[in-house]
């Protein structure tokens, strides 16, 4: 028996690192797309950083709002190519593109009109005005975005995850240059990073389509030939399937940008200081982030084969492998935190505030990373309504109202300002993970009756 654990540890490791390696590093590339524009923007000025910052909390739940509905082509597909049903993987993928071109549209008609949130947030002008020119230029990238989510998800649902990483990485190396050039050489300042971002996507989408059209790992689910109509069943199930995705990494991220935006009243200093402890916390993250979304693709292939016991078996190496991660993340921060703010400013206040907020987030590293590898396999049986439901609950119910409150009520146990913020946050994720948790535990049991349990299942 204990060689049977063995073997199948082995081969779960050996399938999880395959896929989870390159989505880690596609994760730690796009991630580091915005720690560069931070560390550059923060280096031309403390208030192009905070403007910076300030736009992020806006595009990003307006992104994951519309295109982030892609996200459920991943599942879709991870299930069809479990059951090698390459003839509805070609279909499905190119009607998703028909999606795809539609909600991009969407997405840059809101960015288009983002400007008029800032008349409900009182900061700085200058950091307001660099924060709308910003979307405004951003917002020229939102289709071609939203075809490269289309295009990302289907090649990761069929596990070509390291031509997804390839990509992503060539457009991680051309944004230092094309930073350099708008940031201070055309002196746009933070904004710049807007144009170079915009430029950077267009490249790599036609980049994406010519490797899926030309590449011979592509040519089993070729999604090129005759002319295909959009069909509403198809566009139907991406939404049934993607819009919770969607609407939940939106409700999730809203708890951020809540934060930045409530943060925002209490200065550049605090503001700036939030965005470079949460982009630290957010880096760490990409580890288990990166397990989550590979156990998304094994779970749904397993699922697709009917392969019932070794799909939980995925589901249990996924959550203790997360908590393992989480550990290493805990003792980086401890260590490592003031040297890894030295590389976002050298402005003192600030530093002051971010490694206090740093030190804040060790406390939900292990529950964070629970619950998104639970998420991670519940994506792979396409159950994402559930952890929509969960994500509002944790973060609109208790989450923000609770950090809006600890933020400007002065307590003797919990502090005020933007740690009292961080306070909120850390009981929503706790809440998070237990029902996400649950929730999982309740999709493994019900599993469990399609198969009889094997020597070698945990």
């Known amino acids: 028996m204990i060689s049977l654990n063995i073997s199948n540890f082995k081969q779960e490791a050996k399938k999880f690192i395959s896929l989870g390696l390159p989505i880690l590093g596609t994760q730690l590339v796009m ?20 403007g910076l910052g300030l736009a992020a909390s806006i595009f990003n739940p307006i992104y994951f709002l519309t295109a982030g509905v892609m996200f459920g082509i991943n599942p879709i597909i991870a299930q069809l190519y479990g059951k090698k049903d390459f003839v509805q993987i070609r279909l499905k993928t190119r009607r998703f593109l028909w999606a795809a071109l539609l909600i991009g549209f969407v997405f840059f008609l809101v960015l288009r009109n983002s400007y008029l949130i800032f008349n409900f947030i009182d900061t700085e002008a200058d950091i307001k005005n660099i ?14 975005m939203t075809i490269y989510q289309a295009l990302r998800g289907y090649s990761e649902g069929i596990t070509q995850t390291r031509i997804v990483f390839l ?15 708008f940031i201070f050489y055309f002196d746009y300042g933070g904004v710049g990073c807007g144009y170079a971002t915009t430029i950077l996507v267009i490249i790599g989408l036609v980049i994406f389509w010519l490797v899926t059209l030309l590449s011979e790992k592509y040519k089993k689910t070729s999604i090129y030939g005759e002319f295909i109509n959009p069909d509403f069943l198809s566009t139907l199930e991406l939404f ?9 990494v939106f409700v999730e991220l809203s708890m951020f940008s ?5 943060i925002s009243f209490f200065g550049s200093t605090a503001l700036a200081a939030h965005t470079i402890a949460i982009n630290i916390v957010g880096l760490l993250f990409m580890l288990p982030l990166s397990l989550g979304l590979a156990s998304a693709i094994r779970v749904g292939n397993l699922v697709g084969e009917q392969n019932y016991s070794q799909a939980n078996y995925a589901s249990n190496f996924s959550l203790r492998s ?4 989480a550990v290493i993340n805990i003792l980086i921060i401890f260590f490592l935190g003031s040297q890894l703010i030295s590389f976002y400013t050298s402005d003192i206040s600030v530093s002051k505030i971010a490694i206090i907020l740093l030190y804040y987030s060790l406390i939900f590293q292990i529950p964070d990373a629970i619950g998104f590898s639970a998420i991670g396999s519940l994506r792979g049986h396409k159950d994402t ?19 809006i409150y600890f933020a400007f009520e002065s307590g003797d146990y ?11 946050m850390i009981i929503g994720i706790m809440i998070s993970a237990f029902l996400n948790l649950k929730r999982l535990k309740n999709k493994k049991r019900k599993l469990k009756e399609l198969f009889k349990p094997s020597a070698n299942q945990i």
Do not use: H, Q
Not at 131 to 144: C, M, N, R, V
Not at 414 to 424: L, Q, R, S, T, Y
């Open 258 to 262: 809540g934060a930045a935006l409530i």
């Open 385 to 403: 309504f559930g952890p929509m439901i969960n994500f509002i609950i944790s973060y609109w119910v208790c989450a923000l109202p609770l950090g």
């Open 414 to 424: 919990i502090p005020n300002g933007p740690e009292g913020m961080w306070f909120g």
């Open 131 to 144: 924060s709308i020119e910003y979307l405004k230029i951003i917002s020229y990238g939102a289709i071609p």
């Open 31 to 50: 991630y580091g797309l915005t720690t560069t524009d931070y560390i550059m923007a923060g280096y031309y000025s403390s208030d192009d950083l905070a």
């Open 240 to 248: 049934r399937i993607g819009g919770p995705i969607s609407f939940g």
């Open 167 to 181: 990509i992503s990485f060539g457009i991680f190396i051309l944004n230092i240059p094309f930073n350099y050039l």
């Open 322 to 325: 997360s908590i393992f991660i």
